[in-house]
């Protein structure tokens, strides 16, 4: 499970498989790719930037633990 620390007043939490997570992350390097070939131009694109990040971090951690565990 992912839990978004950074908008303290909306918490987030997602549960998925392996296979949807790989989905996920694959998106979300597309997404993060994106971001940082237009540069951060504002705040948003900064935070968005960093909470992708900060999200892919986690899902590649998490699919090497079920990797390793199966």
């Not at 790989?22 to 900064?46: C, M």
């Amino acid at each position: 499970m992912y839990h978004n620390e950074v908008n303290r007043t909306e918490p987030m939490t997602i549960t998925l498989d392996a296979r949807d997570a790989k989905l996920a992350l694959l998106a979300l390097h597309r997404y993060w790719d994106s971001i940082r070939a237009n540069g951060s131009q504002n705040t948003y694109e900064r935070i968005a930037s960093y909470e992708t990040a900060e999200l892919i971090r986690f899902l590649e951690t998490e699919l090497r633990a079920i990797s390793l565990d199966s």
